[in-house]
């Protein structure tokens, strides 16, 4: 069975480092990883394929930054002539960014099988680009890997048949479990003067949080109240940080004298971070699913989620970007009153185990392709 992996931007990563060594593992399985170099730095790109154990893509299409059509675009031109050649009995795509989308397009109109790892998740906030992402790679899929129960219902709903839906669990807690022990062993906090449990975890990069003065300057008055309490660790994307120079006033800056503003990190580094928070606060969708499984309270400053689950069952508590509601939730945390959960079903570390299984006995009954 020869699948072709598509991985592009930072969350890529994790996910597909679970499943690149269950397939590796795999006599029966021939694994081609192509990078469409959405994301490129060393620091949002290279260092995870060192730390996960990444194979080299065999393929980068180094496609880079760009609006969200030139961005799409330029990945469905590069990757339709890999497609072509390499004749995949699969084109596996994970989550929800341009790539996703892109690759799954791409291999759907050559008649490739298409497998989708975290299918079915809806904020039904059509405003935002990864739910458009979610919406139309599901609807032209073969495949569905679900993470959690929900997802099923919504698929259902989309009018994907029963039998093309799989529960498998989660590949980003197959990576958090496989590299817990190696995170602790890192010295970050030490490095960036906080003691463990003493300081809040922040990451900001969605578009309607970062890209607009009013959204970005509401969770930044937010910060301001929270690092008089707490010291605040800030690893910001570079789209975040790119608008907070340009948003924020240099005089407001350097007056946040508490917040150490760091650039991005690795995965090590940054599990070791989230592990040892008192609180994160985040916009990132991976980043509450790990919190919810470190049992590390969350932030989230949106007004919806596309994983419920983390708030149903796990430490996530959503606070929009109103200064107000940020602090008071994160007020109540640091007054010993922490929202507490548990893991939901096969956030096990077994779920790309689970994945390899079923696509092996798809493929062996000629049954990859959904012909409805
Ligand atoms: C993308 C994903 C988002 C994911 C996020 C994680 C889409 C629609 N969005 O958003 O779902 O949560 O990645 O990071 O696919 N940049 C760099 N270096 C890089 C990559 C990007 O400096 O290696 C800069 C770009 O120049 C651009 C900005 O970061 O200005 C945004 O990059 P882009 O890939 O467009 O989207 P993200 O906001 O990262």
Same mark, same amino acid.
């Given at each position: ?71 799409? !675009? #330029?990945?469905?031109? *590069?990757? &339709?002539? @890999? ?6 009995? $699969?084109?596996? /795509?994970?989550? =929800? ?53 929900? !997802? #099923?219902?919504?698929? *259902?709903? &989309?009018? @994907? ?6 529960? $498998?669990?989660? /590949?980003?807690? =197959? ?76 005089? =407001? ?120």
């Amino acid at each position: 069975m020869k699948i072709l992996s598509i991985v592009g931007a930072r969350p890529n990563f994790m996910k597909i480092a679970p499943i690149a060594k269950a397939f590796r593992a795999d006599r029966d399985v021939e694994h081609v990883i192509v990078h469409t170099g959405q994301h490129y730095d060393e620091k949002m790109s290279e260092s995870f394929f060192h730390q996960l154990g990444i194979p080299r893509p065999a393929i980068n299409l180094e496609v880079g930054s760009g609006s969200h059509a030139a961005q799409t !675009a #330029e990945i469905m031109r *590069r990757f &339709e002539p @890999v497609c072509l050649k390499h004749k995949p009995d $699969a084109v596996l /795509v994970v989550g =929800d960014v341009n790539s996703t989308l892109a690759c799954a397009v791409v291999a759907k109109k050559l008649w490739v099988p298409v497998v989708h790892v975290e299918a079915g998740l809806r904020s039904f906030d059509r405003r935002m680009p990864e739910e458009i992402n979610r919406i139309v790679t599901d609807s032209i899929c073969d495949v569905f890997f679900t993470t959690s129960p929900e !997802a #099923e219902t919504y698929l *259902r709903a &989309e009018g @994907v048949p029963r039998g093309r839906i799989f529960y $498998a669990g989660n /590949v980003m807690i =197959d990576t958090l479990m496989e590299n817990t022990a190696r995170a602790r062993a890192s010295e970050i906090t030490g490095k960036l003067g906080v003691a463990k449990g003493e300081y809040a975890l922040v990451t900001l990069h969605r578009p309607s949080n970062v890209d607009t003065k009013e959204a970005l300057s509401g969770i930044m008055r937010a910060l301001q109240a929270i690092q008089k309490k707490i010291p605040v660790v800030f690893p910001a994307h570079p789209r975040a940080m790119k608008n907070i120079r340009r948003f924020i006033p240099k005089r =407001d800056l350097a007056s946040l004298k508490n917040i150490r503003f760091v650039e991005p990190l690795g995965y090590l580094d940054f599990l070791n971070l989230t592990m040892n928070a008192r609180f994160v606060l985040t916009d990132s969708g991976g980043i509450q699913e790990e919190t919810t499984v470190l049992g590390v309270p969350c932030l989230t400053a949106r007004e919806n989620t596309e994983r419920p689950i983390t708030i149903t069952e796990g430490t996530n508590i959503l606070v929009g970007t109103s200064a107000r509601r940020i602090v008071a939730e994160a007020e109540k945390i640091l007054k010993g009153r922490a929202k507490t959960g548990k893991r939901p079903k096969y956030w096990d570390g077994k779920a790309s185990g689970r994945i390899l299984k079923i696509l092996k006995r798809l493929h062996q009954r000629g049954k990859l392709e959904r012909c409805a």
